[in-house]
């Protein structure tokens, strides 16, 4: 008897740890449309995408607090530990991750919305377009590591950051060039490079979903500091 309630104990558990990562994949793919739109958003100068994404947020404001609530209601029934704690600890965090995602892109549709359509030059929005491939695909990883508990790809993700920093330094060097040779583009070349920052924080956040990644697998964070990228020298190809 005390070994079948044992079993059913454990089963009910690992049920609520399911639905838990559950609630999180299905927040990863929202946040994951709202930075994709968001930039499209702004590559393409579409306010109505633009207004799309800012209305979306509160859905994911919304999951962020259902897996609050999730995950502390199974530490106060369940009283995890070791592992399972860490697989509940680590997906409020990343919950919470998603949720900044969320708002980064809330803020560059904002953004978007009061850029001139043809003040920047082509080469800044290519930047920017190479940019987001890269940003986009680190997030994807960060999400997919989750999904399959692969340390290794979780590491990438890690490791991947510097290519980020490297086009957030190009991209705020050449933007300040062009704002010296074209005093009247200085009001929107500060809304891109707000834009461009908020896209290297959404690189951050998934480095941060990666760190949990790994965490929850290892038992500890990657060891050694965040590789970071200082200033370097990027051209992009404006055809």
């Avoid at 490297?166 to 060097?173: K, M, Q, S, V």
């Amino acid at each position: 008897m005390e070994l079948a309630r044992s079993v059913h104990t454990r089963t009910v558990f690992d049920v609520d740890l399911r639905d838990l990562a559950q609630m999180v994949t299905e927040m990863g793919g929202l946040a994951e449309r709202q930075i994709t739109q968001g930039l499209s958003a702004l590559t393409s100068r579409n306010a109505s995408l633009a207004r799309q994404v800012i209305g979306r947020d509160d859905a994911l404001d919304a999951l962020q607090n259902k897996i609050a609530e999730k995950g502390i209601s199974i530490i106060a029934q369940r009283q995890p530990l070791a592992n399972d704690l860490r697989e509940i600890i680590s997906a409020m965090h990343i919950s919470g991750d998603l949720e900044r995602l969320g708002d980064l892109a809330k803020n560059i549709s904002k953004r978007a919305i009061v850029i001139s359509s043809d003040i920047l030059p082509k080469s800044m929005i290519v930047g920017l377009e190479h940019m987001t491939r890269i940003v986009l695909k680190q997030v994807k990883m960060a999400l997919d590591s989750y999904a399959s508990h692969d340390i290794d790809e979780a590491l990438a993700v890690w490791n991947g950051d510097r290519q980020v920093d490297a086009f957030n330094n190009a991209l705020f060097d050449e933007t300040l060039d062009y704002m010296s040779r074209d005093p009247h583009s200085i009001a929107d070349c500060i809304q891109f490079l707000f834009c461009v920052k908020n896209l290297e924080r959404a690189g951050d956040h998934a480095t941060n979903i990666a760190e949990s990644v790994h965490y929850i697998i290892s038992g500890h964070l990657p060891l050694g500091e965040r590789p970071k990228e200082n200033a370097v020298k990027l051209k992009f190809n404006a055809r």
